[in-house]
Nanobody, 124 residues
Framework: QVQVVESGGGLVQAGGSLRLSCVAS????????MGWFRQAPGKEREFVAA????????YYADSLKGRFTISRDNAKNTMYLQMNSLKPEDTAVYYC?????????????????WGQGTQVTVSS
């Protein structure tokens, strides 16, 4: 069983920055992908970014490239999402998830383990 815990959400003004963290514990296999998704009120959960744990390949939603950066610290078993130039439309609950098949997919069904989410609110 894999447990996933996010942190780092909060309230920020438009144009500001936040860094989210995600720690995964347990055994997810020898290689896997960790990803960030977000869900705004009344909307479907959408892909934000993902990173392969061993090699470090990164994947981004096209609309977020250049503002968001995903990274990981293997020694700390922690993944990060650096979010810059935040906009009110970035307001959502941000979820961390683990894909043991390491598909690098942007589809929620590929991810088996999910955190509880952390709220990010961007004020205008």
């Amino acid at each position: 069983q894999v447990q996933v815990v996010e942190s780092g959400g909060g309230l920020v003004q438009a144009g500001g920055s936040l860094r989210l963290s995600c720690v995964a514990s347990g055994h997810a296999g020898s290689n896997y992908v960790m990803g960030w998704f977000r869900q705004a009120p009344g909307k479907e959960r959408e892909f934000v970014a993902a990173i392969s744990w061993i090699i470090g390949n990164t994947y981004y939603a096209d609309s977020l490239k250049g503002r968001f950066t995903i990274s990981r610290d293997n020694a700390k078993n922690t993944m990060y999402l650096q979010m810059n130039s935040l906009k009110p439309e970035d307001t959502a609950v941000y979820y961390c998830a683990v894909d043991p098949s390491s598909s690098g997919s942007d589809q929620t069904y590929e991810y088996d383990y999910w955190g509880q989410g952390t709220q990010v609110t961007v004020s205008s």
